[in-house]
């Protein structure tokens, strides 16, 4: 039997009921960890997660998180340590799109929900966490999710960007406060990865066609691509990996400019 590299974990993902969550979610219950997947709407989505999770032997609590909300944040994270345990990984993958407007057609309520539910929100998880296993001797590690348009801009998504590139510094920030607590701190930005938020590309073969293209190696990454990464860094052999940016994008990234 291989080494189960998250043996003895509990992991708690946001947005495990679909995409990059639910294949986080069923990578570190293959490793041995416990895990809570929470989910905003899609219950079902989340049981389905729940159920790939006891296949593979590991207990998964199901919660309903509006992220947006400190009290509701605080309410899980109580849920969690009464029904598994401490949580000893926390994974901010929950989040919503770009809306496709530009700055003048925004309105308050547009800017408010993005900033809430991709910054606000893993700022609400990471607080509860860290106080629930600092000074607990248990090493902690938190993963962010964010994008490559943490870096890279694109017209009509302000708010996504603002809130990636938040994030991003959020997690950088947390690694200096945190790093000589024994909880490590890092985020993963993926470009165009096969999920429900890319379902039009997903439904629109020559869209897809026309998206990839512009990914050195011509083809967006799998969910379960990114859950590898977010395996390794949640592992013992990811300890001295502190305030880093993992990006898994196909060389995406690298790729803008070309040909200017």
């Not at 999770?53 to 605080?74: I, S, T």
């Amino acid at each position: 039997m291989t080494e189960q590299r998250l043996a003895n974990e509990i992991a708690i993902v946001t947005g495990a009921d679909s995409g990059i969550g639910q294949a986080t979610a069923i990578e570190f219950a293959k490793e041995g960890a416990d895990v809570v997947a929470v989910y905003f709407r899609d219950r079902e989505g989340a049981e389905r997660t729940a159920q790939e999770v006891e296949k593979a032997g590991r207990k998964c609590a199901v919660l309903q998180l509006d992220q947006r909300n400190p009290a509701e944040a605080e309410n899980l994270f109580k849920q969690v340590r009464d029904s598994l345990g401490m949580p000893t990984i926390l994974v901010n993958n929950a989040g919503v799109n770009a809306l496709g407007k530009p700055v003048r057609d925004m309105t308050d309520d547009d800017w408010d929900i993005t900033l809430r539910t991709n910054l606000y929100g893993p700022f609400y998880c990471c607080r509860e966490f860290i106080r629930g296993i600092e000074g607990s001797g248990r090493h902690g590690s938190i993963i962010n999710i964010t994008s490559v348009h943490q870096e890279i801009p694109r017209a009509g998504a302000a708010a996504y960007d603002a809130s990636k590139g938040g994030l991003r510094n959020l997690t950088t920030t947390l690694a200096l406060e945190l790093a000589e607590k024994n909880i490590n701190v890092n985020n993963i930005a993926p470009g165009m990865v096969l999920t429900p938020m890319n379902q039009q590309a997903m439904d629109d073969p020559e869209q897809r066609k026309r998206q990839e293209n512009n990914i050195p190696m011509k083809r967006a990454a799998e969910p379960v691509e990114i859950a590898h990464v977010a395996v390794f860094l949640a592992s013992d052999k990811a300890r001295y990996i502190q305030g880093a940016t993992i990006v898994v994008d196909g060389a995406l990234m690298l790729f803008q400019g070309q040909g200017a």
